[in-house]
């Protein structure tokens, strides 16, 4: 049985995009045939930041409209082995997924995939629900920050009452707090929510935080998942949540502010 | 930098409690209508229909709150029964 995760968030640029590739990645990295979806009809980003956007020749609605075979949309990964991308259209409108589509589209991917992962759009319409409907899992990024949080909280809500599983009575979606855009020095100062607070207000189990980092930005100007710079902080902590994902048992890193001595912040402290 | 930010203890303005107190309240808010908790109006009805087949009570006697921390919910129910 192939396992179908959703990245959503309700707020946009909290990093779904970034964390859907870098997941997807890390998956395939460890051996799991996996493809990730692009749900962001209209305006499609996924294939920027695996890449391979100069290789899309059809799309996630060509498939459902039957104008294109399955294998001619999917997008094998030039980097990483056991990754697919499927794209999605950059001119229809977001009603172009359907419920019959979507569902014909993950039956025919779930008998080639272990692992599904949809990556959402911003917001709480038709594109959103159409990401997370069929989930079995769903990865909650969420930033520091109250609107974020607040986002979230109102997805969550929408996942328990929904989704196929609300719907029919299954056992509810799986779902996994990420912390995206942590900053440990702003939390100490007390500008920033830490992680046990967004924790308790939203009550759901935390799967791993990312540091805000520079090379994130790096990442995606390159076209190249930030999980794939395995130096960099971000690019650790992504690997953590994915071996987490798995179910390994792994400290929560990127915590703690690197303390400035007293001359740095005399000096202005770089980094 | 001037000297005084040096060496102050940066507590003074914690605007991450603000947000985790304001978080705290709207989430609480917001769940509580999605989960069909607009019941209240009715059940207050239903359990004064209860009460005035003891006890003359009238419709201001009786005060129905709930309020959400942490992982439960508390129903406070406060009826003024006549001496």
Redesign the interface.
């Given at each position: 049985m192939a396992r179908i995760i959703v990245v959503t968030s309700g707020k946009g640029g909290v990093g779904k995009t970034t964390t859907s590739a870098s997941i997807a990645t890390g998956l395939a990295l460890k051996g799991h045939r996996t493809v990730v979806i692009d749900f962001d009809v209209g305006l499609r980003n996924l294939d920027l930041l695996m890449g391979c956007e100069r290789r899309v020749v059809y799309d996630f609605v060509n498939v459902i409209n039957g104008e294109a075979e399955l294998h001619q949309a999917l997008i094998r990964d030039k980097r990483t082995e056991n990754l697919s991308i499927l794209p999605a259209s950059q001119t229809r409108d977001k009603e172009a997924l359907t419920f019959e589509g979507v569902e014909k589209v993950l039956n025919l991917l779930a008998k080639d995939f272990e692992f599904i992962v949809c990556d959402s759009p911003a917001g709480i319409e038709h594109g959103a629900l159409m990401a997370l409907y069929f989930a079995d899992e769903a990865i909650i990024t969420t930033n520091p920050?109250?609107s974020s949080?607040?986002d979230s909280?109102?997805i969550l809500?929408i996942l328990q009452?929904k989704s196929r599983r609300a719907k029919e009575n299954l056992e509810p979606v799986k779902e996994h707090l990420l912390v995206t855009r942590y900053n440990p020095e702003r939390?100490t100062?007390?500008?920033?929510?830490?992680i046990t607070?967004v924790e308790?207000?939203?009550?759901i189990p935390l799967i791993g935080v990312i540091p805000e980092s520079s090379s994130v930005l790096k990442a995606s100007n390159q076209g190249v998942p930030v999980i794939c710079n395995n130096e960099t902080d971000a690019g650790q902590a992504y690997s953590d949540v994915v071996s987490r994902f798995l179910g390994e048992n792994l400290p929560h890193r990127f915590l703690e502010a690197n303390r400035k001595g007293?001359l740095q912040?005399?000096f202005?402290g770089i980094g | 930098m001037s000297l005084m930010q040096l060496f102050r203890t940066r507590k003074e303005d914690n605007s991450a409690a603000i947000a985790k107190e304001r978080l705290r309240i709207i989430v609480a808010h917001e769940r509580g209508s999605r989960n069909g908790r607009d019941f209240l109006p009715d059940m207050e009805r239903d359990i004064l229909e209860v009460i005035r087949k003891y006890v003359e009570v009238q419709q201001e006697c009786i005060d129905i709150k709930l309020d959400s921390q942490d992982d439960c919910s508390i129903l406070e129910v406060n009826v003024q029964l006549p001496n």
């Open positions: 920050e109250v949080v607040r909280d109102r809500g009452s939390v100062r007390g500008e920033m929510l830490n607070d308790e207000i939203l009550a007293f912040r005399m202005g | -």
